[in-house]
């Protein structure tokens, strides 16, 4: 007899996989002894309990079956009343669900119980729901009724195996053999197997809780054995005796190892597929939306292409970026990628890298790395922490400091950085733009002093940001120079000229200037937009647009200007607005586009509108007096510190800020301070929440250097030592106050929501709001108040509050059910998909209204539940936030819309408030009224004194259709469970429908293949996907195919450099093998074919020319990206050269000025006369050829020097020199990269592999390689 541990059985079993024969019959057959509890009592349950007992009749076995029953209300009623007893009750009750079999498989398998019961083989109890005092309980009162379809083998040396499922127990499933179930054994799984006996043995025995077990009445015993046969059955009904032999299973044939080998080498090489360029977003969590894919798919298929990605909040500028980073990452185009972001979201990206991309990067601090659960990750032996792990998460504020970023800089090369809110990477002066001033941020990027910077060391640059410019346009031009925008773009006077000049009336336009700078756009890579040339052909007819279109290289282009009708110069206009390198490097989303893939069917989701309302809050008047004193001290303190030195005056304006939040913020802040000013706290008196405000003039960090932080906390100490009796009173104010205004307001708002609502989320700047408010709300509401920060959820338990996880926090918070109130700090908000909340309340309104945008974002999204989303903004009255708002124009302070159009404007409320808050009061009430009327009158007239970014980036509506992934997430399930390597190592999970257990080297993994199960439970299990680590170490796992030189089914070919790619050929047709569902159905069904060299050299062919073509696109963008530098550089040599003549003209005009007569030399010849100054001259001429622009008397720049001293000019020519001296010296660099790139072609030069593979083994001979 063989033993359980013999057998081969598989971990669940449906009506397709026979289990009569693949399991119950083996598992009989090796069994002693056989548990079993089956549902309510029947003759077909008895006929399904007894499937495959005819081995243990063989094998002398024994059997205990339970089985449920139920009794009415009047069978309890005559038992309480003494009028009949239990067992005639339950014997009457079963004999009337008894039948005698129809169906020949019931008759058969009945006869089998029949012959176990009358050996005294088989022991029937049948099971009864009881109250409390063990007393029947009636069906209709009964919690339930006992049904568990479980069972148990035990064989002779004590394994066990167990089996739980959902059995079919009618006559028709039966001979259908319609069972479902999950196998446990007690070497693997014996936790569950223990469960199955332990939960068997308590009702067998009386022990369990609720329920009684009897004995099967006398009378149903002698029904069922007068169906006992004459003889012992020997094998099962309908099953072939030989079937029924109990044998050991025989391994897997050798061609069947064979074909998972080929399964599993072709998952490998899955993402190096050509056709795996949508594998990331088809086996990540993320439901995508069609702007979504378009961006994502655009950035993988130009990589490496630099881009800037600035959609509208909320419509997931972040999930575009991380599908691109996902795929990049996974085919292995981006084997090294940095990504920076700003300190309060660190912990908020990683989360989502893991939880959406499953990708696990590792966090930064500056010292350790730490992985998503804060457990520190090992660090290789390098000395450059940059270089420790290929994929590295840290922040910006951390990369950017004074002794960090030359060790950045000094690391390996990248092949990705992505930078979050790229806007801080900023000038700190825009007016003087005599001098280029970065902040360190743009000055890591850019690189220090004409060094190499982080964007010289990287091949691909994602610069993300909700607000592309608040401020200047020059904050656009030097975001797209990062990218790559180079030649005549690349020279910040040609950009903002180009964009002044198409904002003239038409006849002031300077078109020879315009068309120069269409003709270096297309010149230096850029493309048509399709949609505008179709859209201006039907407009213009083709004789008109074919004029149009060659205007920018036609040497006749005046001439035919002069011609256009109105109908064409609009035409022109637009075609100059649309094709710049905003064109090339920006992906601008908004909310219109969406609503219009909306209209045409391509986004079923719900888009919501908003229903906002201000509530303006009366102060009392304690409240009021103390505010005013707290607002004069902030203000009189402010003029204060900005007199002793420029900048400290900001500290006042944080404490400002808070003042707007609750009184228990500024109390917190304040307590704080004084710590700070008694020296009982080092520098740290201001919290990150303070510090991440992206409206303040001043970063801190560079305000306060990292080196000079000690020094300046000592002279700042000393500096405030006035501050403390003031800040001790105003404490013990604080204290003293009452009840709270605010707190009233929302105490009574809520109680209204909750009534139509059935959730709220309540947003505030700070922690220290956020404790108040929580300690305030759960006195009312307990469990149902949570809050989510910086230190991530907590809830309150009934004593204290505990720390949670998001998946929690964000699970019971969609459900409604446990939390319906969420307090939440905006900058820890990310990715708790909040769009099941349709009420929003602002507990204090930030002073830059684009953060109440960002906020809003949080459930004005796309999936919404609600139709209309409530938006309560909260402001004290008679305060200047309050009436500042009260004057803005209706379409900002109201927010019914999205204003991501108006954000250059909206930059400067929070200006406005800022300076009306440290004004005097006899001051503030006239600024606020002039600054808020300029702010309405450019609302009103749509001319933003900004740039406005909407107009230039004009975003594509069409889809591609779109080509399958070559495997499915249900297809690597399918594979993985089945599969002979790994299918005995997969358990269900206890817990978790559709989730697993997995051992793997030991431990019992918890995963799963669903990524909505993923997305629910984050921190419970993991997604088995490509990238998450496990998938590979598991396919790597299983040995490689062993190859031919003969004959085959299939021919692998791959490239390992530059990168791997891979292709899968079939050798009947010569087709690729795209998917693997394709390559199931050739392998072990397609006719060998002998590989003979001529075939062999064909497919060699195609597969080098499919890599060139792949490879091309890749060493075309890094060779543009060259050129385009280098007509960059070239172009500010020309401006340079400029510069200098005009200096030169000046300095002639000092010197002749006392000779009548003189006139200056405005002609070309002027260039040539400074070959005289010697080097670089001679150099910088010979660069830039004769394209050189005349000088001009009224040239602007010339008329500006006219006012210089001759020493500052004679400095300013020095200066010009040295400037091209450097730039010289990059082109040359340049120049040669460029010409060893183009003499190099990696792909043509690099070896290609290749192997040829079939099923029949007994035909394979070896693997090889050849070119």
């Not at 999950?182 to 009702?203: D, G």
């Not at 009158?937 to 259709?961: G, H, I, N, T």
Request: glycine residues 6%.
């Amino acid at each position: 007899m063989p033993t359980l541990r013999e057998l081969s059985l598989k971990i669940a079993y449906g009506p397709h996989d026979d289990p009569l024969r693949n399991f119950f019959i083996p598992a009989l057959a090796a069994s002693i002894r056989y548990d079993r509890a089956a549902g309510f009592f029947s003759s077909t349950m008895l006929a399904v309990a007894a499937a495959g007992v005819s081995q243990l009749i063989r094998n002398g076995g024994k059997m205990r079956l339970l089985c449920g029953a139920d009794l009415s209300e009047e069978d309890v009623e005559a038992i309480r009343a003494g009028h009949a007893t239990l067992e005639k009750r339950l014997e009457q009750r079963l004999m009337d669900r008894w039948s005698l079999p129809e169906s020949e498989y019931v008759h058969n398998r009945l006869q089998a119980l029949a012959w176990l019961v009358g050996t005294g083989q088989l022991e029937i109890k049948v099971v009864l729901p009881t109250d409390k005092h063990g007393r029947p309980l009636p069906a209709s009162r009964a919690e339930g009724y006992y049904h568990p379809k479980e069972g148990l083998f035990t064989d002779a040396a004590g394994n066990q195996v167990g089996f739980s499922g959902s059995i079919n127990e009618t006559a028709t499933a039966l001979e259908e053999n319609y069972e479902s179930f999950v196998v446990f054994n007690s070497w693997e799984t014996a936790a569950y197997v223990n469960n199955i006996r332990v939960k068997f043995e308590k009702l067998w025995q009386g022990k369990e809780q609720g329920w009684v077990a009897l004995p099967v009445p006398e009378a149903v015993r002698q029904h069922l054995l007068k169906l006992r046969p004459s003889s012992a059955p020997t094998h099962e009904f309908g099953v072939e005796p030989q079937e029924t032999s109990p044998k050991k299973p025989a391994g897997p044939s050798r061609d069947a190892e064979q074909r998972e080998r080929i399964i599993f080498q072709f998952l490998r090489d899955v993402p190096h597929l050509p056709n795996a360029t949508r594998l990331g977003r088809a086996t990540c969590t993320v439901r995508v939306w069609p702007h979504q894919r378009r961006v994502a798919d655009t950035i993988v298929q130009r990589f490496p292409e630099r881009f800037l990605l600035c959609d509208e909040v909320g419509l997931g500028k972040t999930i575009e970026a991380g599908l691109a980073l996902r795929q990049l990452i996974i085919s292995g185009k981006a084997r090294r990628v940095l990504i920076l972001v700003p300190k309060s979201v660190l912990f908020q990206w990683q989360q989502e890298l893991y939880e959406k991309f499953c990708l696990r990067v590792p966090r930064y601090d500056g010292r350790t790395f730490f992985d998503a659960s804060g457990r520190e990750w090992p660090r290789s032996g390098v000395d450059n922490p940059w270089n420790a792990h290929p994929v590295i998460l840290a922040s910006s504020h951390l990369a950017k400091r004074r002794d960090r970023q030359q060790e950045l800089l000094d690391a390996e090369d990248w092949d990705l950085v992505v930078i979050d809110e790229a806007h801080h990477a900023r000038r700190k002066d825009f007016q003087n733009r005599e001098q280029f001033r970065p902040n360190r941020l743009l000055e890591l990027l850019r690189g220090p002093e004409d060094r190499p910077g982080l964007g010289d060391k990287t091949r691909g640059l994602l610069l993300l940001t909700a607000t592309p410019m608040q401020i200047h346009p020059l904050e656009v031009f030097d975001l797209l120079k990062l990218l790559g925008m180079g030649g005549r773009w690349g020279v910040e006077d040609n950009f903002l000229r180009y964009f002044e000049e198409l904002r003239r009336p038409w006849d002031e336009i300077d078109w020879p200037f315009v068309l120069s700078m269409l003709a270096d756009y297309f010149g230096t890579g850029g493309e048509w937009d399709p949609q505008f040339c179709r859209a201006a052909e039907e407009q213009l007819g083709p004789v008109t647009w074919d004029q149009l279109r060659r205007l920018p290289q036609s040497p006749n282009a005046a001439a035919i200007i002069r011609q256009l009708d109105a109908k064409a110069q609009g035409a022109l206009r637009e075609l100059a607005a649309r094709h710049t390198p905003l064109r090339r490097y920006v992906f601008r989303n908004t909310r219109p586009l969406l609503r219009e893939y909306h209209r045409r069917g391509w986004l079923q989701d719900r888009i919501p509108f908003r229903e906002p309302k201000s509530e303006w809050i009366e102060m009392r008047p304690d409240e009021w007096a103390l505010y005013q004193r707290i607002e004069e001290y902030i203000r009189d303190h402010y003029k204060k510190y900005e007199a002793e030195r420029k900048g400290l005056g900001f500290l006042m304006t944080v404490y400002r800020r808070r003042l707007t939040s609750s009184f228990y913020a500024i109390q917190r802040s304040l307590e704080r301070r004084l710590a700070f000013l008694k020296g009982e706290t080092p520098a740290a008196w201001l919290t990150e929440e303070d510090l991440d405000q992206e409206d303040l003039e001043e970063d801190v960090s560079e305000l306060l250097p990292a080196e000079e932080e000690h020094k300046a906390a000592s002279e700042i100490r000393a500096l405030f030592q006035g501050e403390i009796e003031y800040i001790e009173s105003f404490l013990a104010h604080l204290q003293a106050l009452g009840t709270d205004s605010k707190f009233e307001q929302l105490a009574k708002d809520l109680r209204h929501i909750l009534q139509h609502r059935d959730s709220v989320i309540i947003f505030t700047q700070y922690t220290d709001t956020m404790d108040y408010l929580r300690e305030k709300l759960r006195q009312v509401y307990g469990g149902q108040v949570a809050c989510y920060s910086g230190r991530g959820g907590e809830r309150w338990n009934g004593t204290a509050w505990v720390e949670t996880t998001k998946e929690h926090i964000k699970n019971a918070f969609r459900e409604k059910r446990e939390i319906k109130i969420l307090l939440c700090t905006e900058s820890a908000s990310e990715g708790l998909n909040l769009q099941t909340c349709g009420v929003l309340i602002n507990y204090e309104m930030p002073w830059n209204p684009m953060r109440v945008e960002q906020r809003i974002g949080r459930i004005d999204r796309i999936g919404q539940v609600y139709d209309r989303v409530w938006i309560r903004n909260y402001f004290y009255d008679r305060t200047v936030e309050a009436m500042v708002y009260q004057r803005l124009d209706d379409r900002i302070a109201s927010f019914e819309s999205v204003v991501g159009e108006l954000q250059p404007i909206l930059s400067q409320v929070a200006q406005v408030i800022e300076a009306a808050a440290m004004a005097s009061s006899e001051e503030r009430s006239e600024l606020i009224a002039r600054k808020v009327e300029e702010i309405n009158c450019r609302v009103r007239s749509q001319e933003p004194s900004a740039f406005d970014l909407d107009k230039y980036v004009v975003e594509q509506m069409d889809l591609e259709a779109e080509e399958p992934p070559p495997v499915t997430l249900p297809e690597l399930e399918r594979t993985l469970v089945e599969s002979t390597a790994f299918g005995r190592r997969f358990r269900p999970h206890p817990t978790i429908d559709g989730a697993y257990q997995f051992d793997w080297h030991g431990s019992w993994q918890d995963i799963t293949f669903h990524p909505d199960l993923f997305d629910t439970y984050p921190n419970t299990l993991r997604l088995m996907t490509y990238g998450s680590g496990l998938l590979e170490d598991v396919l790597a796992a299983v040995d490689p195919p062993d190859g031919s030189m003969l004959c085959g089914e299939i021919v692998r070919y791959s490239l390992e450099s530059p990168r791997q790619i891979v292709c899968y050929y079939s050798l009947q047709d010569g087709q690729i093998i795209p998917s693997l569902t394709k390559l199931m159905s050739i392998i072990g069904n397609s006719v060998l074919t002998e590989l003979t060299d001529e075939r062999k050299e064909r497919l060699a062919d195609t597969f080098r020319s499919l890599v060139q073509s792949l490879c091309a696109q890749e060493e075309q963008t890094e060779q543009t990206r060259h050129k385009t530098r280098l007509a960059s550089l070239t172009e500010e040599i020309r401006q340079l050269l400029r510069e200098a003549v005009y200096v030169e003209l000046v300095l002639a005009v000092y010197h002749g000025i006392m000779n009548e007569g003189f006139v200056p030399n405005f002609s070309e010849k002027a260039y040539q006369q400074l070959k005289r100054r010697g080097i670089p001259f001679p150099g910088a001429l010979s660069v830039v050829g004769t394209d050189l622009p005349r000088p001009r008397p009224d040239d602007p720049l010339y008329l500006r020097l006219q006012e210089f001293s001759k020493e500052a000019l004679h400095r300013r020519f020095k200066g010009i020199s040295s400037r091209i001296t450097r730039r010289l010296h990059q082109l040359r660099s340049l120049q040669g990269q460029l010409a060893a790139m183009t003499k190099t072609n990696a792909t043509a030069a690099s070896p290609l592999a290749f192997v040829c593979l079939a099923t029949q083994t007994s035909i394979q001979t070896s693997t090889s390689k050849g070119q």
